[in-house]
């Protein structure tokens, strides 16, 4: 099946910091690849999402770029806020649409930023 | 207002005491998903339904069960719940068989004394 895997947390910036979160994905196939974010006493929302190699992702100032070539899909944004203050995760569906969009997850990044 | 809805917030029981948690949804949606997510890890998919149709993850301990009623409810079961079954359980849904995106509810965190 496919794994998901984030860099370590947490990531600790000060407001207006450009920030990079990594992912990595290993799949047979061409999986979807998803953000989600978790702001504090919430549940998961989707951030972004793209379904095919060369897409890109955004949403709320965050950006993803689906590399095939490195299988990745790092996140960015190019000047935090204190309100991206959450925890992201990285996620692939099983590549090929698997009935049910059965989604793998990463193991989730804290992200605090400071006044 | 809140779409997919999970009740309690907090929950705690025994260890060995039967527990349910809870999950409501006002989208209409075929999919419903439980998730267990522990302290600084992946949430784990334990079993969903799409419709009635009821798909168990192979390494789902049997402990674990659901229920889903109606289109709008579905019910996880820990019949003996043991000190690792502590943790957040996120109820999730989807509208199709689809890539869409998932719906979450805020979770229930499970405590076991």
């Known amino acids: 099946g496919n794994s998901v895997t984030q860099m370590e947390g947490p990531v600790t910036l000060s407001e207006e910091a450009f920030l990079t979160i990594n992912c990595t994905y290993t799949?047979?196939?061409?999986?979807?690849l998803f953000w989600y974010v978790q702001y504090p006493g919430e549940g998961l929302q989707l951030l972004l999402k793209?379904?095919?190699?060369?897409d890109k992702g955004s949403n709320k100032g965050f950006e993803a770029t689906y590399r095939k070539e490195t299988t990745s899909f790092h996140l960015e944004k190019g000047s935090v806020q204190v309100s991206d203050s959450a925890v992201y995760f990285c996620?692939?569906?099983?590549?090929?649409?698997?009935?049910?969009?059965?989604?793998?997850f990463g193991q989730g990044t804290i992200l605090t930023v400071h006044p | 207002d809140a779409m997919v809805i999970q009740n309690p917030r907090y929950q705690v029981t025994q260890f060995g005491k039967p527990v349910t948690l809870s999950c409501s949804q006002t989208?209409?949606?075929?999919?419903m998903y439980w998730y267990q997510q522990k302290s600084s890890q992946a949430p784990k998919l334990l079993f969903h339904?799409?419709?009635?149709?009821?798909?168990n993850e192979a390494d789902t301990p049997d402990n674990f069960q659901s229920r889903r009623p109606n289109t709008s409810f579905c019910f996880l079961d820990i019949r003996s719940p043991g000190l690792g079954d502590a943790a957040m359980y996120l109820c999730?849904?989807?509208?199709?068989?689809?890539?869409?995106?998932?719906?979450f509810g805020s979770g229930t965190q499970l405590s076991v004394l």
């Open positions: 996620a692939a569906t099983n590549a090929g649409g698997t009935s049910y969009g059965k989604l793998t």
């Open positions: 799949a047979t196939g061409y999986p979807s």
């Open positions: 793209a379904t095919k190699a060369d």
């Open positions: 989208l209409n949606h075929n999919v």
């Open positions: 339904y799409y419709d009635k149709d009821f798909n």
């Open positions: 999730a849904t989807k509208a199709g068989q689809g890539n869409e995106k998932l719906f």
